[in-house]
């Protein structure tokens, strides 16, 4: 078979990574790729969103199926091209895409369908939600402001007060921090507890529940710093408990899939939800409509089954007849960022040691990479590299994956040093 994969990031290597293990495999290509992708893959130069040239590649190259990565294509409704096309794809329709696409449009499918969400109040004007603030919320109550469309996983502000919602209010409608994103901006409840992904195949009609994963947005140890696109993950993530899986499984899926059959919603593909988990009550805080980056690199590594086998079943729709398998292990994968991220970094940097690290030891996946001409791996991103250990339990995959990082060098690498320590403290609560 022959497969090509869209996108250029770490979460597109993993996604190559597994594929290229298939024996069903003949060829993959990505578009547009990166240095490491290109060790396993055919890389062309084509933009994720120019949907005739990728449409031509993949006839040209006679692709049986197609695998999106990121949210952007499948959000301006690359699925519904690539289907008038008679093209095999992975990933949602337009319409389901709108899940990642339109906070609003998310939040009024769970409100609907019954899906277990945060309270919230959507405001297309930046009077209305100016007065909303300054007459209807209270000085000292906590408030998450989000951007109502594709801010690359940072249109989210947590606000101690009201004061911090007014300048976050700003940011978004006004000073357009997060571009047409923040055109339509929402308010909603503040949730305490801990955050989970839970990442879920989806063929429209049935589904099947992967290991529950947890990201680190924040750029410094601690939770400190900015929200970036994620500096780091672990799975399985503990506090997603039996219990808990359970009840997505039993009940806020079935709620899900009944609401995607009524809206007339074409969903084959991956959906990401995250999860808060207050007084151990799951409540949706967004959904994504691709796989999370970095959680993919911790994910996949852990499936034992033909990826090939899955793609194929999701878009045929017939995932109730395949037995997915996982791995008992831990995965936990650091991300190598350029010093600066998420704000102004440098590129062009040389990086070295990749070569010293072993099959047994990590898998190193690229993200923002390119080779140079004399054959050099540059960095080309703020997210540079992904280093991915698995081990028989976290503590042990936590000590393996740190082990390796320091083999592999760029000029201002920046790192968090606690990934995974709230697995840790959960474990030993």
């Not at 095999?88 to 277990?116: C, H, Q, R, W």
């Not at 995250?274 to 007084?279: A, E, H, S, T, V």
């Not at 028989?392 to 592999?408: H, L, R």
Request: hydrophobic share 40%; net charge neutral.
């Amino acid at each position: 078979m022959k497969f090509l994969v869209i996108g250029s990031g770490g979460r597109e290597h993993a996604i190559v990574w597994k594929l290229a293990q298939s024996k069903r495999i003949e060829k993959i290509y990505c578009v547009p790729g990166n240095a490491g992708i290109a060790k396993q893959a055919e890389i062309a130069n084509i933009k994720v969103d120019d949907f005739e040239s990728l449409a031509k590649f993949a006839l040209d190259n006679k692709i049986d199926y197609t695998f999106v990565g990121p949210e952007v294509p499948l959000a301006l409704g690359i699925t519904d091209f690539f289907n008038s096309k008679g093209l095999k794809i992975f990933g949602p329709s337009k319409k389901g895409a709108m899940l990642e696409a339109s906070k609003t449009f998310a939040k009024d499918f769970m409100k609907k369908y019954n899906v277990p969400t945060a309270e919230y109040k959507t405001f297309t004007d930046f009077a209305s939600a100016e007065k909303f603030l300054k007459e209807e919320w209270e000085e000292n109550k906590k408030v998450v402001v989000k951007a109502d469309g594709l801010a690359a996983g940072k249109g989210v502000i947590m606000c101690q007060n009201r004061a911090e919602a007014l300048t976050a209010l700003k940011e978004i409608m006004q000073d357009k921090s997060f571009g047409s994103a923040g055109d339509k901006i929402i308010f909603e409840q503040w949730l305490e507890g801990q955050e989970t992904s839970v990442l879920v195949f989806v063929d429209g009609k049935h589904f099947s529940i992967m290991p529950a994963a947890q990201d680190h947005k924040r750029v410094g140890d601690g939770d400190t710093g900015l929200n970036t696109g994620g500096m780091g993950a672990y799975a399985p993530a503990p506090v997603a408990t039996k219990e808990l899986l359970e009840k997505v499984k039993n009940e806020i899926m079935p709620n899900i899939i009944n609401g995607l059959q009524k809206e007339n919603i074409d969903y084959k593909g991956i959906l990401y939800i995250g999860f808060m988990i207050d007084n151990g009550n799951p409540y949706v805080l967004e959904f994504n409509c691709r796989f999370g980056d970095p959680e993919t690199q911790v994910i996949l590594p852990l499936l034992e089954t033909d990826l090939v086998d899955i793609v194929e079943n999701v878009v045929n729709q017939t995932l109730d007849k395949i037995n997915i398998k996982w791995s008992e292990k831990s995965a936990v994968c650091v991300v190598l960022a350029s010093g600066g991220y998420p704000e102004k970094y440098e590129k062009n940097l040389l990086i070295t040691g990749l070569n010293t690290v072993k099959e047994d030891e990590a898998v190193v996946f690229h993200a923002g990479t390119k080779k140079a001409d004399d054959g050099n791996i540059l960095t080309s991103g703020g997210r540079v590299l992904v280093i991915t250990s698995l081990a028989d339990d976290i503590k042990s995959a936590i000590d393996k994956v740190y082990n390796v990082i320091p083999k592999i060098k760029f000029d201002k690498m920046h790192y968090r040093k606690d990934i995974a320590q709230r697995a840790l403290k959960w474990i030993n609560r």
